[in-house]
């Protein structure tokens, strides 16, 4: 058993970061959403499948089909990351306005907005399954079945360390996520709109009596957060390949909880939750093997619950109890 | 706070709860229907044949080529038969069971079918099973490998392929003869159909003395990487995965990308070509994949090449899994009708005794309904494309 998991440790930790950070991005979103709204976007997981295949549909139609390298590798990877952050964002911004919006301005419940939330998500499944993946992608009758991505990288390693190999997919997807953390934690913190953001989620009606615009304050965090979804995407499309009309339904269960386990409603919680939660999964599973990565993740994140109820950096949470 | 927490929960369950509820119901709700027409009335002459499969739903896939099989045998009856007509009535289930069961309903009491064939998945054909017995209709799947099946005491049951008891041992065996693994490492993907067999395998490899180690994966989730580490650190010779073609495809790509080049091994549900596409032509390289269907692909047997022929020029397609068992299975019936029975009592009594050489094997019946011949048979993927080996007992690795 110890001696599985000195053999194991290593790689368990590099595959377990890699898929944490995108947890992670893809957590921001949720936190973000409810940070101003008080609301779980279920339809998150779709905004990230539209980014994803937003990046493959620009990859087909380029026509890449074997991997690149150097500056065309680095200059692909940057167009494709902005094309998924923009049609993620924009499927958000629309997302809000459709789904969302409406509801608010008839001053429906929460309640009703997270049933819409649901049927969004439902809507954006099919809608890729019966329709988009069959027609756009080419694949009739084939839309339940998953979509191959065209290899854009050659897998290298670039530094072993006992057993441990680090490979350059790796570091691309941990480094990405951790300049897009701090490009937004700056965001958040030290730009206008990002003090309006802080603002609403403390407090919507005063900040209105302080002249934020809440409409443009909540439009702009969907737009933000669906941003971080669609560098997730490309990143997840890159590393594994392969897209489904559902493929961010396990993901978005996982980084909901990897948002709830560093404390909803805090950005960096969402970060430390991402990467704890790939961790803990990775490691879980040297012990007990793969089929109990979920067992053990929610087990760790009932306990946290328990003595920290509002997640590992959940203070903002306690905030607005307070 | 308590209350906060619970509510999440409570969210959390609710919406995952919906949406795969929804995501259920949406892939079985089209119409059902059967597509053979109705029947003629004019001459008492034409019998029902029923051919009962997924031939819309996810896995149809699987089930248009047998159904094809089925109607390419019945069409070569129906040319060269002076008296008796027949005519395939096609059932769809979308292979599930709920489904299957009015429409086997139908069949019997409406339709008056004589036999049937099919139906094609395990789940249904335990469903159907009774339905049909009580109506003493005679039915051969060529496709349905549950081993439990047999054991029901079905008197009008029969199968014309070797079931997944047979196929685990088969392949282990071959795999331990044709490379001489030390140690194995045996990967499913936690569903009835993948643990069963991989179930089988592993016992088969402890009993031939090799090491097996085990791991699970996660058939909706993407990111194997867990699994990877746990194969290289077990330095396997040889890897079994139960499963079908989709999951294994991502994990062949892993496994590859993360500098494992033990063989990867793999069943029946991972036999499509599509297994090429998930994984990537390099990662697919070498693939091998047990099968107790017979594919005749660019087969030189003369047999095997007019069955491709006529199968290609009726259909315009290669004939793909389980066609030529679908061909065999309705070619027992047929033969039935041929020697004159058209009751299906008297049909039932004639597929007891069939004893014929079928396209895929010789099609004789057990007093279980199960085949008596016991053949599986050997893929590769090569150059990305699935190769025929040939049966277990003379397959050599390339």
């Known amino acids: 058993m110890l001696n599985d998991f000195i053999n194991q440790v290593g790689p368990s930790t590099v595959g377990g970061l890699s898929i944490g950070a995108i947890y992670a991005l893809i957590a921001l979103g949720y936190t973000m959403v409810y940070g101003v709204l008080r609301l779980i976007n279920f339809a998150h997981s779709e905004i990230f499948m539209i980014g994803a295949f937003a990046a493959l549909f620009v990859i087909m139609k380029i026509g890449i089909t074997g991997p690149l390298t150097g500056i065309a590798l680095v200059g692909m990877l940057l167009l494709l990351m902005l094309v998924a952050m923009a049609a993620s964002g924009g499927a958000a911004v629309v997302l809000e306005q459709v789904a969302y919006r409406p509801l608010r301005r008839h001053g429906a419940g929460r309640l009703a907005a997270l049933i819409s939330a649901i049927g969004a998500s439902i809507f954006l499944q099919e809608l890729f399954a019966l329709v988009i993946i069959p027609e756009v992608f080419d694949r009739p009758s084939q839309g339940r079945i998953q979509v191959p991505v065209p290899r854009l990288l050659d897998r290298e390693t670039l530094l072993t360390i006992g057993n441990t190999e680090i490979r350059n997919d790796h570091v691309i997807i941990i480094v990405s996520a951790v300049i897009m953390m701090v490009l937004l934690d700056v965001f958040v913190n030290r730009t206008k709109i990002g003090r309006g953001i802080r603002a609403t989620s403390q407090d919507p009606e005063t900040a209105t009596l302080m002249g934020v615009n809440i409409d443009r304050v909540i439009r702009t965090t969907f737009l933000v957060g669906g941003a971080m979804?669609?560098?997730?995407?490309?990143l997840y499309a890159m590393e594994l390949e392969n897209l489904r009309y559902n493929v961010g339904f396990l993901l978005g269960v996982k980084a909901f909880t990897a948002a709830v386990l560093g404390g909803i409603g805090n950005l960096r919680g969402a970060l430390l939750g991402g990467l704890a939660l790939g961790l803990?999964?990775?490691?879980?599973?040297?012990?007990?093997?793969?089929?109990?990565?979920?067992?053990?993740?929610?087990?760790?994140?009932?306990l946290v619950l328990l003595f920290r109820p509002t997640g590992i950096l959940g203070e903002s949470l306690q905030r607005a109890r307070a | 706070m308590r209350s906060k927490i619970a509510?999440?929960?409570?969210?959390?369950?609710?919406?995952?709860?919906?949406?795969?509820?929804?995501?259920?119901?949406?892939?079985?709700?089209?119409?059902?229907?059967?597509?053979?027409?109705?029947?003629?009335?004019?001459?008492?002459?034409?019998?029902?044949?029923?051919?009962?499969?997924?031939?819309?739903?996810?896995?149809?896939?699987l089930m248009i080529p047998p159904s094809q099989g089925a109607q390419l045998a019945v069409d070569e009856f129906n040319a060269k038969s002076t008296g008796v007509k027949v005519e395939l009535v096609k059932y769809d289930s979308q292979g599930n069971p709920d489904q299957a069961v009015p429409l086997a309903?139908?069949?019997?009491?409406?339709?008056?079918?004589?036999?049937?064939?099919?139906?094609?998945?395990?789940?249904?054909?335990?469903?159907?099973?009774?339905?049909?017995?009580?109506?003493?209709?005679?039915?051969?799947?060529?496709?349905?490998?549950?081993?439990?099946?047999?054991?029901?005491?079905?008197?009008?049951?029969?199968?014309?392929?070797?079931?997944?008891?047979?196929?685990?041992?088969?392949?282990?065996?071959?795999?331990?003869?044709?490379?001489?693994?030390?140690?194995?490492?045996?990967?499913?993907?936690?569903?009835?159909?993948?643990?069963?067999?991989?179930?089988?395998?592993?016992?088969?490899?402890?009993?031939?003395?090799?090491?097996?180690?085990?791991?699970?994966?996660?058939?909706?989730?993407?990111?194997?990487?867990?699994?990877?580490?746990?194969?290289?650190?077990?330095?396997p010779d040889v890897i079994y995965y139960g499963g079908y073609y989709a999951q294994l495809g991502r994990l062949l790509k892993q496994l590859r990308d993360g500098g494992v080049t033990a063989t990867?091994?793999?069943?029946?549900?991972?036999?499509?070509?599509?297994?090429?596409?998930?994984?990537?032509?390099?990662?697919?390289?070498?693939?091998?994949?047990?099968?107790?269907?017979?594919?005749?692909?660019?087969?030189?047997?003369?047999?095997?090449?007019?069955?491709?022929?006529?199968?290609?020029?009726?259909?315009?397609?290669?004939?793909?899994?389980?066609?030529?068992?679908?061909?065999?299975?309705?070619t027992a019936i047929l033969k039935a009708i041929e020697a004159g029975n058209t009751t299906p009592e008297k049909i039932n009594d004639f597929l007891a005794t069939v004893d014929f050489k079928g396209v895929s094997k010789q099609?004789?019946?057990?007093?279980?309904?199960?085949?008596?011949?016991?053949?599986?048979?050997?893929?590769?993927?090569?150059?990305?494309?699935?190769?025929?080996?040939?049966?277990?007992?003379q397959a050599q690795l390339g």
């Open chain 2, 105 to 235: 309903q139908k069949a019997v009491t409406e339709d008056k079918i004589v036999a049937m064939v099919g139906p094609g998945f395990s789940g249904e054909s335990r469903n159907v099973g009774p339905v049909l017995e009580q109506g003493k209709i005679p039915s051969v799947t060529g496709s349905a490998t549950n081993p439990a099946l047999a054991e029901n005491g079905w008197k009008y049951w029969h199968r014309v392929v070797a079931n997944d008891a047979i196929q685990g041992p088969a392949i282990a065996d071959f795999l331990v003869k044709a490379k001489s693994p030390k140690k194995a490492f045996v990967i499913d993907d936690a569903q009835e159909y993948g643990v069963g067999l991989a179930d089988a395998v592993a016992q088969e490899f402890e009993k031939q003395s090799v090491a097996v180690e085990r791991d699970k994966i996660d058939p909706n989730g993407s990111d194997y990487s867990s699994t990877v580490t746990k194969v290289n650190a077990a330095k």
């Open chain 1, 229 to 234: 979804a669609g560098v997730a995407a490309l």
């Open chain 2, 7 to 61: 509510r999440l929960g409570g969210i959390v369950a609710v919406g995952t709860a919906l949406t795969l509820g929804l995501a259920a119901c949406g892939s079985g709700t089209d119409d059902a229907s059967s597509s053979g027409g109705q029947s003629d009335g004019g001459g008492a002459t034409t019998l029902k044949i029923g051919f009962m499969g997924d031939l819309t739903g996810e896995n149809s896939a």
């Open chain 1, 280 to 302: 803990i999964e990775n490691w879980g599973a040297i012990f007990f093997g793969s089929e109990w990565k979920d067992v053990i993740a929610f087990t760790i994140l009932v």
């Open chain 2, 363 to 393: 099609i004789k019946f057990g007093p279980n309904g199960d085949i008596a011949a016991n053949i599986i048979h050997v893929y590769q993927i090569k150059d990305g494309n699935l190769d025929w080996l040939g049966d277990t007992t």
């Open chain 2, 264 to 330: 990867v091994v793999s069943g029946d549900g991972a036999v499509d070509i599509k297994l090429v596409e998930a994984a990537g032509k390099e990662a697919a390289e070498g693939a091998v994949l047990g099968c107790p269907c017979l594919i005749p692909f660019g087969s030189d047997v003369p047999e095997l090449k007019t069955f491709s022929e006529n199968y290609k020029a009726k259909f315009g397609s290669d004939p793909l899994i389980y066609a030529s068992e679908g061909y065999d299975a309705a």
